[in-house]
């Protein structure tokens, strides 16, 4: 029975994981030395998706005179942002997130540094959710507009969601709904 618990576990886990589109584009992303154009909408189309869209790559370098645009979408990296000695870079972050061990002179609120990044995350750690007063009935909806979660702030102990930015719904005496919220 235990057995069986476990399977279920890793099965639930493994759909959340899933319900992202995740896209490889390590070859595209090792060396740019032009300009590189990421547009989320354009490969949510291209991909027949309405989730997240996910990049991963190990580092991100730029050479020359380079620029990238992220537009709507979460970049990952297991590895770092580097920028070659000289080189002059023109990034623009729009609506977008890169996660990344470290970065070396390119420094943005949408830049999160972290050693350790895993696709899933426990709600009763993340530091927008902790800040919510009292036990109030909590709703996050998926980019689709599914719900991913509903129940009291104190049921969020061990449930895990799929990093993502999602639209948080709050019912109680600090009503509030707000949108696009990255939790990681």
């Known amino acids: 029975m235990k057995d069986l618990g476990i399977l279920l576990v890793i099965l639930l886990n493994y759909s959340i994981v899933i319900s992202q589109k995740y896209i490889d584009m390590t070859p595209e992303l090792s060396n740019i030395k032009g300009n590189l154009i990421i547009d ?8 027949h998706t309405r989730e997240e869209i996910i990049i991963r790559a190990k580092n991100l370098k730029f050479s020359n005179n380079s620029g990238m645009v992220l537009n709507n979408v979460i970049l ?4 770092n ?3 070659d000695d000289g080189a002059k870079i023109f990034p623009k972050i ?3 997130y890169i996660f990344c061990r470290s970065s070396e002179n390119l420094q943005s609120k949408r830049i999160i540094i972290k050693n350790n990044f895993k696709d899933v995350v426990n709600l009763s750690k993340v530091k927008y959710l902790k800040k919510i007063k009292g036990n109030p009935k909590v709703y996050l909806y998926n980019k689709a507009g599914k719900c991913k979660f509903k129940g009291l702030k104190s049921e969020m102990e061990n449930k895990y969601l799929a990093v993502s930015r999602y639209d948080i719904k709050i019912e109680g005496p600090y009503k509030s709904f707000d949108s696009n919220i990255l939790i990681y």
């Open 40 to 47: 989320g909408n354009s490969l949510k189309l291209k991909h």
């Open 76 to 79: 990952q990296l297991s590895g």
């Open 81 to 83: 942002i580097i920028v």
């Open 94 to 96: 729009i609506d977008s």
